[in-house]
């Protein structure tokens, strides 16, 4: 399939813009620019008045939590955690991951991410189905709370879940191992996992130093930070991406460099939480990539990247007393190609030739994008998700002029609300 993109305003990995065609053969850019004259396309898009940018990534999410979205609100972290999500998450079956997954699917897809890594579970093979059929990049794993008298035969259903999954769906699936947290996971289980992770080369998805609350709970159990209780154990012997990393010393910014943890900022579900506000503008600075993620609906309450990548910009600002902190196109960069890299999805996350087609394209012809001064500082800081008028990963359209081509939207919004009521007064 070859599919021609005609005169957007194309986002290029210098982050300069201009207008451009932008060639795609099956799931590769083939060019951006000129496109070769024996291009024949199979479908065209008119580009006119469109921004494209490469796919946004959603680095770190719990999908299925959208059934529990304004459930419960305001409360602090480990009061929410025990007294209303985790019981409640017991009661969950596997048409409550599924519809759940479905409903952030489509949330998703309509405000322009093309990849997302979700850790939850039981039951995340209907995940990876269903991400499967949006055609939507999903890195999933099976949460592993290692304290629970399940958590042995947990870990065997994610070492399933990865021989099972693992590179399905024509390379968009891929599978992590989900550890939760250091505060639920014993040392015993932690290691028991780095032999799992080391024993089939499976990467980690983790919790870390998300509350002040949580450095100190580990220094009175264990006499250790979060980072180095979790060095210790083995795990970070695999590359990891690391949820939060709000509250980080030297020591653990530098353990970072040394293992290849690549930290995954959440400002939106980090501000509700009143979790802290983690050190991105000194993590860039000493030349660690941060990744962005949204967190679950229920935390955040959406799952809107480009919000994300917005609330970066402006809260390391306000914190830090700086305007320079966190520039636009760093942001924007966070939510995009760092991400990608954070998640091991090669040649993602730039619209360049021989990259892969995950593409969003913005709808110019709205108010909040004019005037046209600075492209990349409207995205950022004027426009929403509303403006992502049409969405491709791997090369495939998913949504055109605002209409989902591989989600029914009505179905699934019907279907996750009933599911969601049905789930509450669950006895």
């Given amino acids: 399939m070859k599919i021609l993109i005609k005169g957007a305003n194309v986002l290029q990995p210098d982050y300069s813009t201009g207008v451009a065609d932008i060639a795609i053969t099956d799931d590769v850019i083939a060019a951006v620019g000129e496109v070769p004259g024996d291009f024949a396309a199979d479908y065209i898009i008119e580009g ?7 796919g946004l990534v959603n680095a770190h999410t719990h999908a299925s939590m959208t059934l529990l979205r304004s459930y419960a609100d305001d409360m602090e972290l480990m009061d929410w955690l025990n007294n209303k999500i985790w019981p409640i998450e017991g009661k969950m079956v596997e048409k409550d991951i599924r519809v759940g997954a479905k409903l952030a699917l489509v949330e998703m897809v309509k405000g322009g991410t093309t990849a997302y890594a979700d850790m939850y579970g039981p039951c995340m093979e209907s995940v990876a189905e269903e991400t499967i059929k949006a055609g939507v990049r999903g890195i999933l794993s099976r949460g592993l709370i290692g304290f629970a008298p399940t958590a042995m035969k947990s870990l065997a259903e994610n070492v399933d879940l990865y021989k099972n999954y693992h590179g399905a769906g024509d390379g968009l699936i891929s599978i992590l191992l989900g550890v939760h947290a250091p505060y639920t996971c014993p040392p ?23 509350t002040q609350d949580e450095i100190r709970q580990m ?30 010393d030297d020591a653990d910014i530098a353990m970072m460099k040394e293992k290849a943890i690549t930290p995954v900022h959440n400002p939106g579900s980090n501000m509700k939480l009143a979790s802290g506000v983690a050190p991105v ?71 360049q030739a021989g990259w892969k087609a995950d593409i969003v394209l913005y709808d110019m012809n709205r108010p909040e994008w004019c005037p046209r001064h600075d492209l990349v500082s409207l995205l950022v800081y004027s426009a929403n998700s509303g403006s992502a008028d049409t969405v491709l990963c791997n090369g495939k359209v998913l949504m055109e002029k605002g209409e989902l081509k591989t989600l029914d939207e009505e179905k699934i919004l019907r279907e996750a609300n009933a599911c969601a009521m049905d789930l509450v007064n669950r006895g």
């Fill in 219 to 248: 220094q009175e159990k264990y006499g250790k930070r979060p980072f180095q209780y979790i060095a210790e154990t083995g795990l970070f012997d695999r590359p990891s991406i690391a949820a939060h990393c709000v509250w980080l």
């Fill in 281 to 351: 503008p000194k993590l860039l600075a000493e030349g660690v990539h941060v990744a962005l993620g949204t967190d679950g609906a229920s935390s955040n309450n959406n799952l809107d990247m480009l919000e994300e990548i917005r609330l970066t910009a402006m809260l390391h600002k306000v914190h830090e007393l700086n305007p320079l902190a966190v520039p636009a196109a760093e942001a924007l960069r966070m939510g995009t190609e760092y991400g990608a890299e954070a998640l091991w999805l090669e040649k993602t996350g730039r619209l």
């Fill in 188 to 210: 015993d289980f932690c290691k028991a996992a780095a032999k799992v992770s080391a024993e089939h080369g499976i990467n980690v998805h983790i919790h870390m130093s998300e």
């Fill in 48 to 54: 006119k008045d469109h921004f494209a940018v490469p």
